[in-house]
């Protein structure tokens, strides 16, 4: 049983923003690697959509399906024993109607042991945030880039628009969202954002003035992948360090040098 007293919870997270302590967010997929991030101190662990790309090779977040998340997050809700565990909802979960969105969204709490939600949306969104709240889910909204709405929005761009994006914020904030995702938005921009709500915005590609950030966590470590967005800083380069084992590993394998006697039984 996790020590409860050292447990994130919605209201801490919030209160960070009053505190003003920035708040880190990293994404994780499975069991292992939610558990080294956990130890390591993040304090919010999102169980994105970024799934769909950066595990099952999708070139969008759309594929990914609810039942894949579901399996994802349990593993994630299993793992993580003190860091505020949140899950996307995937496209197009949420524009499915209220109640059938409460029914997705309560899955992912009774089947993952995770904490919250999050959704793509801010003003459009806002009968959702709300039903879902009152339900007793609690929901972290994402405005600015909306990943799901790839299509629409004609690519991965940065979002200027000042009125459209503090009346999607705004609206999250009245609905009852806890925070907010900030995605792809000017600094600037970001840091009005983050003045005129009283609910923490954790920023991706949106700069300093956010109270917190999020990174997916294979561009933190440097895991393989096409295209690297400018907001990415690759803390650790991995892809070098997993080809640079694995030759060494068919190397050693081919000569003969492993295994040693070590690595075996009499
Ligand atoms: O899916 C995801 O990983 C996300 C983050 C980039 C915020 O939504």
Redesign the pocket.
């Known amino acids: 049983m996790a020590n409860q007293s050292n447990r994130m919870t919605v209201p801490k997270f919030m209160k960070m923003k009053t505190d003003k302590k920035k708040i880190t967010?990293l994404?994780a997929y499975d069991y292992t690697m939610a558990s080294m991030l956990d130890d390591a101190g993040v304090d919010s662990i999102?169980v994105?959509?970024?799934?769909a790309m950066v595990v099952q090779g999708h070139d969008t977040?759309l594929p990914v399906t609810l039942d894949e998340m579901i399996y994802h997050a349990e593993m994630v809700g299993r793992a993580v024993k003190r860091a505020l565990t949140i899950v996307?909802l995937p496209f197009p979960t949420n524009h499915l109607g209220v109640h059938k969105t409460i029914e997705m969204a309560g899955r992912v709490l009774k089947e993952t042991g995770c904490q919250s939600v999050?959704l793509?949306g801010g003003a459009e969104q806002a009968d959702v945030i709300q039903a879902l709240v009152s339900a007793g889910i609690p929901v972290m909204a994402?405005v600015g880039l909306r990943?799901q709405s790839v299509h629409t929005m004609g690519g991965y761009k940065v979002q200027r628009n000042e009125e459209v994006l503090l009346e999607d914020a705004q609206s999250a904030e009245s609905a009852g969202a806890y925070g907010i995702?900030l995605?792809c938005i000017p600094n600037d921009l970001a840091k009005k954002v983050s003045e005129a709500l009283t609910i923490p915005t954790?920023g991706?590609g949106a700069g300093p003035h956010c109270d917190g950030q999020?990174?997916?966590v294979n561009d933190l470590l440097g895991m393989p992948s096409d295209y690297v967005p400018r907001f990415v800083k690759q803390f650790a380069n991995l892809k070098t360090v997993i080809h640079d084992a694995a030759s060494e590993y068919i190397d050693e394998v081919r000569d003969g040098t492993f295994p040693a006697k070590e690595h075996s039984f009499k």
Do not use: F, N
């Open positions: 967010m994404t999102l994105g959509d970024s799934m977040t996307d999050k793509e994402h990943p995702v995605e954790i991706i999020v990174l997916v």
